[in-house]
């Protein structure tokens, strides 16, 4: 499964909890306001999540059920559906 991804320009920081100290510090920072790590650490999160659900499986199981379905309109009598594990 590929890590997850959050899309940045569709969401948003509700909260920042900055101190007096951070405050100072990120006037005198060229980017006061970087994200990059909270949205680093909520993908981490999400993955994390994600891999010890049964989505993964879940997600196979609804594959198959619709290629086979697909496929049986379209003609097909026998669908057999081989998993691989893709490269990283």
Same mark, same amino acid.
């Given at each position: 499964?590929?890590?997850? *991804?959050? /899309? *940045?320009?569709? !969401?948003?920081? +509700?909260?920042?909890?900055?101190?007096? +100290? /951070?405050? +100072? $510090?990120?006037?005198?920072? !060229?980017?006061?306001? $970087? $994200?990059?790590?909270?949205? #680093?650490? &909520?993908? $981490?999160?999400?993955?994390?999540?994600? !891999? #010890?659900? /049964?989505? +993964?499986? #879940?997600?196979?199981?609804?594959?198959? /059920?619709?290629?086979?379905?697909?496929?049986? &309109? !379209?003609?097909?009598?026998?669908?057999?559906?081989?998993?691989?594990?893709?490269?990283?």
């Amino acid at each position: 499964m590929a890590d997850a *991804e959050i /899309d *940045e320009s569709s !969401a948003r920081i +509700v909260s920042r909890n900055r101190g007096l +100290v /951070d405050r +100072v $510090d990120d006037f005198f920072s !060229a980017n006061p306001t $970087d $994200d990059g790590p909270l949205y #680093q650490a &909520a993908e $981490d999160k999400v993955s994390a999540a994600a !891999a #010890q659900s /049964d989505l +993964v499986e #879940q997600g196979r199981q609804n594959t198959e /059920d619709w290629l086979t379905t697909f496929l049986g &309109a !379209a003609g097909f009598e026998n669908v057999e559906i081989t998993w691989t594990k893709s490269p990283t």
